[in-house]
C-alpha cells in the first residue's frame, strides 16, 4: 500500500517470531499472531506483559530486536512509522488546542494533500455524532467528546489498522461503556482492522470479536470472549479475565466423559471436554456465579458437586448481585455471585453454608501445578535503567 493513500477496508496483521528485548529485561519473548482483516482485536493483559510494547511495534515507535512484521502482506519491519498504513488513538487525545473540531480531524488530510479534506473530516465527524460541534474549540468539549474527536482524526485518514492504546481510561464509568458500544458500532461500519490493547477485562469483552490475553511477554491463550471466560486454559487467564475458584489435586476416577479429582478428601467431576488435563496432579476450576448457597446439606445429585459445611465470612450487596466469602475447612476461601432476587442478601455472616454446581459449569486447566516460576525476572538495577534511558535518549537525537 503506497504511503498517503486510503484503505478501502481493513488489512490482516501479521507477526511473525517477534522478539523485544530491552537493556535488562526481555519485554517479548516469541510472539506469532494472525489478525485477521476487518476484526476487533483485543490485546488484554497487566501492567508490564509486553501489551503496549507490540503496539508500539506494530505502530513502528519501536524497531523488533528479531522478526517481521507485515500488514496486508506487506513487510513493514523495516518501514517508519509514518510510511506504515497505521493510526493510533491514544488514551491522551493531544488536540491541538488552536484549531476547530473540524480544523482538528482535517490537520492530516491537509498535510498529504488529500482533495475534499473538509468534506471528509465532516464525514468522519459525522461517524461519531459530533458534526453539530465542528466549529468549537477542544476546550470547549467534555472528555468524551473529545475522545470522539481523536477517534474521527484517526479514522479519517481510513487507516488499514487502527491501533487503540487504552483509549478510554480517562472516562468515567458510564462514558466509558458508552464509547465501547460506539467504538464496536464504528468498527462495523467502517470496516478497518482494530488493535486494542487494553487492561481492562469488560472493555476488551464488550468490544472485541478475539481476545489475546497476555503474560511475561507471549499470549497465554487467544480466543473469543465466550471461549476464554468459560475455558481459560491457564490459572492466569482464570484469575485475570474474571473471577475463578481454583482447587489442585489428582485425577482420582474417570468415566467416558468426565474425570473425578480429589480436592482434600472430596471427589469433584469436572467434563473431560471442558477440561485441558486428564491425569496426574489437575487444578479445576468454577466461576462464582455458577455456584448456589444452600442453608440444608442437598441431597445427591449426579449432576452436581457440592462443597461444604462452610461459614460465610462476608457479604458484600452491589445491587445486581451479592457476593458472599464462604470458608470451608481445607479448602480456603470461596467466591460465591447470587443474582439479588429478593430484597437483599438471603445470607449473612456467620451463617453455615452449602456450595453446589452443575458438574457441567466446572473447567480443568491446562497448568502443570508443579511449574509456576515466572517466565522472566525484571533486571531493575540503576546499570540497566540507565542503560535503557541512553538508548531513549539517543532514538530521540536521531529522530530528531
Excluded at 465466550?226 to 491457564?234: A, G, N, Q, V
Excluded at 457440592?306 to 445491587?319: A, I, K, M, N
Excluded at 453446589?356 to 546499570?383: I, M, Y
Amino acid at each position: 500500500m503506497a504511503t498517503g493513500a486510503f484503505a478501502d477496508r481493513g488489512a490482516d496483521l501479521e507477526l511473525v517470531g517477534i522478539q523485544k528485548r530491552f537493556p535488562g529485561f526481555t519485554a517479548i519473548e516469541h510472539l506469532d499472531l494472525v489478525i485477521p482483516a476487518g476484526s476487533f482485536f483485543a490485546l488484554l493483559g497487566p501492567s508490564g506483559c509486553g501489551k503496549t510494547t507490540t503496539l508500539r511495534l506494530v505502530a513502528g515507535l519501536e524497531d523488533p530486536t528479531d522478526g517481521r512484521i507485515l500488514i496486508g502482506g506487506q513487510d513493514v519491519t523495516g518501514q517508519k512509522a509514518y510510511q506504515r498504513p497505521v493510526n493510533t488513538v491514544f488514551q491522551s487525545y493531544a488536540l491541538f488546542p488552536h484549531m476547530t473540531v473540524l480544523e482538528n480531524v482535517a490537520f492530516g488530510l491537509r498535510r498529504r494533500k488529500i482533495t475534499d479534506a473538509e468534506a471528509k473530516a465532516h464525514e468522519a465527524l459525522r461517524l461519531v455524532e459530533l458534526d453539530h460541534l465542528a466549529a468549537r474549540k477542544p476546550v470547549q468539549l467534555s472528555g468524551g467528546q473529545q475522545q470522539r474527536v481523536a477517534l474521527a482524526r484517526a479514522i479519517v485518514n481510513r487507516p488499514a489498522l487502527l491501533l487503540l492504546d487504552e483509549p478510554l481510561g480517562a472516562l468515567d464509568l458510564k462514558l466509558r461503556r458508552q464509547m465501547q458500544l460506539e467504538l464496536k458500532n464504528i468498527q462495523e461500519e467502517v470496516g478497518l482492522t482494530f488493535l486494542h490493547v487494553t487492561h481492562d477485562q469488560e472493555e476488551a469483552m464488550t468490544m472485541a470479536d478475539t481476545i489475546a490475553v497476555m503474560n511475561k511477554g507471549r499470549i497465554e491463550q487467544m480466543g473469543s470472549p465466550e471461549l476464554l471466560y468459560e475455558l481459560p486454559r491457564t490459572a492466569f487467564v482464570a484469575n485475570f479475565l474474571g473471577q475463578s475458584n481454583l482447587f489442585t489435586g489428582p485425577v482420582v476416577g474417570e468415566t467416558s466423559t468426565s474425570i473425578a479429582v480429589d480436592v482434600a478428601g472430596r471427589s469433584i467431576v469436572v467434563p473431560k471436554a471442558r477440561s485441558h488435563r486428564h491425569g496426574g496432579d489437575v487444578t479445576i476450576g468454577v466461576r462464582p456465579e455458577k455456584l448456589s448457597l444452600h442453608r440444608d446439606l442437598p441431597a445427591p445429585d449426579s449432576a452436581s458437586n457440592v462443597l461444604g459445611p462452610g461459614r460465610v465470612t462476608d457479604v458484600s450487596f452491589t445491587g445486581v448481585s451479592t457476593q458472599y466469602l464462604v470458608a470451608v475447612p481445607g479448602l480456603g476461601t470461596l467466591v460465591v455471585f447470587e443474582q439479588n432476587r429478593s430484597a437483599g442478601p438471603i445470607e449473612g455472616e456467620g451463617d453455615e453454608v452449602w456450595v453446589t454446581w452443575n458438574v457441567e459449569h466446572g473447567f480443568g486447566l491446562d497448568d502443570d501445578p508443579a511449574e509456576q516460576a515466572d517466565k522472566f525476572v525484571a533486571d531493575t538495577t540503576t546499570q540497566s535503567l540507565a542503560a535503557q534511558r541512553r538508548a531513549d535518549l539517543l532514538t530521540e537525537l536521531e529522530e530528531a
